[in-house]
């Protein structure tokens, strides 16, 4: 059984989805490997990282609105303010959306479905820098 692991930072340029996919699938193609499994952890507390249909753009607008919605920003809504009014509604969309995802590794390639791509999803509305620890554990 091998291990490999390294750090991916993409740049965020403010609210949004950014697709990695291409990112993650092109280090696990160099770690070689025909089966094992993919763990992927963003270090940041107003960010998620999920999966989700990378076919139709709607659906990512939609997805934006919907979290828009759910979670509003607004001044007199949170007490959390140091970081500014989107801030503590970064982190609320943050505990909704998760930091982690798995992924098997069959046949040498991420077993995601065919609509499927991996997604780093900023809450913030300024540009960021994230981290993604990956780990990849197989033979």
Do not use: C
Request: charged share 20%.
């Amino acid at each position: 059984m091998r291990q490999a692991s390294q750090l991916l930072t993409i740049k965020t340029p403010g609210k949004g989805l950014y697709d990695i996919t291409a990112k993650v699938e092109q280090w696990v193609d160099r770690q070689d490997l025909s089966t094992g499994l993919l763990t992927l952890f963003l270090q940041h507390t107003s960010a998620s990282l999920i999966i989700q249909e990378n076919a139709s753009p709607d659906v990512l607008t939609d997805l934006n609105a919907h979290f828009d919605r759910m979670v509003p920003e607004g001044k007199g809504l949170y007490r959390h303010t140091l970081e500014g009014p989107d801030d503590m509604p970064a982190h609320i969309r943050t505990v909704i959306g998760g930091i982690q995802l798995t992924i098997p590794i069959v046949q040498g390639a991420l077993a995601l479905g065919d609509w499927q791509g991996i997604y780093v999803f900023e809450h913030r509305q300024d540009p960021h820098e994230r981290a993604i620890a990956m780990h990849v554990m197989g033979e």
